[in-house]
Nanobody, 117 residues
Framework: QVQVVESGGGLVQPGGSLRLSCAAS????????TDWYRQAPGKQRELVAG?????????ADSVKGRFTISRVIVNNTALVPLQMNSLKPEDTAVYYC?????????WGQGTQVTVSS
């Protein structure tokens, strides 16, 4: 089993920065990938960024050059922060972290990010 908890959302002005955190606990050494998704009102959930257990990142075209994903294990907890810079109003969404272990996905509860002046 894996437990996933996100934190760090909030309100930020356009052009600003925000850092989201994803903490995965439990059977973390069998997690293959950890991904950040987002879902804006009236839209489908979309992949924002992901990282493998070996540290290889991937990004959606819409966030390349602005967002950075990383992964570190501290005290048997896999931490996967998402650093978001140069934020735009279209980045407004609920952001979710997902950890994949075998054929099972574990989702967090989500954290709201609002980019507005």
């Amino acid at each position: 089993q894996v437990q996933v908890v996100e934190s760090g959302g909030g309100l930020v002005q356009p052009g600003g920065s925000l850092r989201l955190s994803c903490a995965a606990s439990g059977s973390i050494y069998t997690i293959s990938d950890t991904d950040w998704y987002r879902q804006a009102p009236g839209k489908q959930r979309e992949l924002v960024a992901g990282i493998t257990s070996g540290g290889i990142p991937k990004y959606a075209d819409s966030v390349k050059g602005r967002f950075t994903i990383s992964r570190v294990i501290v005290n048997n907890t896999a931490l996967v922060p998402l650093q978001m810079n140069s934020l735009k109003p279209e980045d407004t969404a609920v952001y979710y972290c997902k950890a994949t272990r075998g054929f099972v996905d574990y989702w967090g509860q989500g954290t709201q990010v609002t980019v507005s002046s």
